[in-house]
């Protein structure tokens, strides 16, 4: 079985308040990127690639080599579906594990949430699904707050840490994203550090559902602030992504990367041309 793993975007996102436990409070709107009726329809490669096959003894790659972590979500994934149903009583059969890897690192897409999450899904599917859709959400959050979205793919608000999801109506298919990655990053307890949690009177819904005037005004990411005060350089991209003509364009996730959504191709690809990055892609959403 060969499945394509998507990314996300955060479509705004806010810090509200700081928890008792040291997480924090989310506000945000989280949307796939990659991937268009379950297959990649990108003019460049945008997706991670997830191969499970049956096997005598259990092995797994990454890009071909050899699973270099065990700190890796994918590892964790397999591992933590593997105690879950030997809790059951139920015996997992050993699989062929091949993770061939595009996605960036620490760019606030989610890749490795997202190749988590696929492999609770794959996992589950292969051995005829063990565990419930509530189980699989609950192994999920043991992975990563975002790995809890790559089991819905679908756009939705994303409150708590960003695992309690309210789908919403798709409002950007048929448009264009461009997305850049400087090489600069930035840690997310770092990023953490530098906001101030704050409330807001209007949610993100009533903005997500707004025009994109409405959402150049109103829908802010908390990190790019900060993100841009430690790289002030950096702003140029999302410059030349409304230079180039994009509706609306922000910081995703805590950074580093930056995304421009474009009614047309043409107007992307001369958005994509023109930024100066060492990662780009332009995808269909």
Known sequence: MLTFVNAKINLGLRVVSRLPNGYHELETIFYPVGLYNGKPECPYP????LELTAA?????????????????LTFKARELFR????????????????????????????????????????????????LSEDELAKAALKLGADCPFFLLNKPALGNGIGEQLTPLQERLRGLWCVIVKPAENMSTREAFARITPAKHSESLTSIYESDFDVWRKELMNDFEKPFLDLYPHCGALKEGLYASGAL??????????????????????????????????????
Not at 46 to 49: I, L, N, Q, T, V
Not at 263 to 269: F, I, L, N, R, V
Request: aromatic share 8%; glycine share 10%.
């Open 46 to 49: 945008f997706c991670d690639m």
């Open 56 to 72: 005598e003894t259990e092995m797994i790659s990454i890009d071909g080599a050899k699973w270099p972590t065990d700190k890796d």
């Open 83 to 130: 105690s879950l149903c030997e809790r059951k009583g139920i015996e997992v059969a050993p699989m062929a594990i091949r993770l061939e890897k595009h996605l960036p690192v620490q760019a606030g897409l989610g890749g490795g949430s997202a190749d988590g999450a696929f492999m609770l899904k794959m996992l589950n599917k292969v051995q005829d699904n063990p």
């Open 248 to 285: 609306y364009a922000s910081l995703s996730g805590s950074g580093a990367s930056f995304y421009g959504i474009f009614s047309d191709k043409e107007s992307a690809e001369k958005a994509l041309l023109q930024a100066e990055a060492p990662f780009k892609a332009l995808v269909l959403l």
